[in-house]
T-cell receptor, first 110, second 115 residues
Framework: RKEVEQDPGPFNVPEGATVAFNCTYS??????FFWYRQDCRKEPKLLMS???SGNEDGRFTAQLNRASQYISLLIRDSKLSDSATYLC???????????FGQGTTLQVKP | DADVTQTPRNRITKTGKRIMLECSQT?????MYWYRQDPGLGLRLIYY???????NKGEISDGYSVSRQAQAKFSLSLESAIPNQTALYFC??????????????FGPGTRLTVL
């Protein structure tokens, strides 16, 4: 089993739609969680950090469920510019390393 | 100017050649990382360094070596390149004590093709 698992998609949604991605992690000792956005052939960039139960930033909401060991990302009112790959990332405090999911691809269509 | 830079941005080489990828950062972070990304596999850690005197292997270090020349510089070498090392390579930095703790900041990537 992978340490961090995501549905690779692709998710194809119309503009204005609400879309949610889920991510599960296997190490219960993980403390910090992130969603990164990666555009095609570009570097990953931090979208949101999740240190407690959740975080909200405009149209984006991340939630953490420690008991079930999953993190979700909700995007409301999707824009064409939201089209990208979204990486779920988990920090391991014992090793100081980030573990990346393989990413979920979102394509927002007009 | 970018905080994390990588050179070269693109490189095509032949099997058996020695290749060095360089990473520089102006963020003042102690921690630096090298990843490779392959389609469908996500980002995988090759090597990481928590300070100038510290070097650690990641999950896929075979065939690679690194050098931490200074706090700001971390180089990745392929001593004898092979075709399955064709990938997109990213350097990253982090500051565990900073406000955005555990967050990693990535360079723009180096696209390496080994023929």
């Amino acid at each position: 089993r992978k340490e961090v698992e995501q549905d690779p998609g692709p998710f194809n949604v119309p503009e204005g739609a609400t879309v949610a991605f889920n991510c599960t992690y296997s190490n219960s000792a993980s403390q910090s969680f992130f969603w990164y956005r990666q555009d095609c052939r570009k570097e990953p960039k931090l979208l949101m950090s999740v240190y407690s139960s959740g975080n909200e930033d405009g149209r984006f909401t991340a939630q953490l469920n420690r008991a079930s060991q999953y993190i979700s990302l909700l995007i409301r009112d999707s824009k064409l510019s939201d089209s990208a790959t979204y990486l779920c990332v988990v920090y391991h405090p014992n090793t100081g390393k980030l573990i990346f999911g393989q990413g979920t691809t979102l394509q927002v269509k007009p | 100017d970018a905080d994390v830079t990588q050179t070269p941005r693109n490189r095509i080489t032949k099997t058996g050649k020695r290749i060095m990828l360089e990473c520089s950062q102006t963020k003042g972070h102690d921690r630096m990382y090298w990843y490779r990304q392959d389609p469908g596999l996500g980002l995988r850690l090759i090597y990481y360094s928590f300070d100038v005197k510290d070097i650690n292997k990641g999950e896929i270090s075979d065939g690679y070596s690194v050098s931490r020349q200074a706090q700001a510089k971390f180089s990745l070498s392929l001593e004898s390149a092979i075709p399955n090392q064709t990938a997109l390579y990213f350097c990253a930095t982090s500051d565990p004590g900073g406000e955005a703790k555990d967050t990693q900041y990535f360079g723009p990537g180096t696209r390496l093709t080994v023929l």
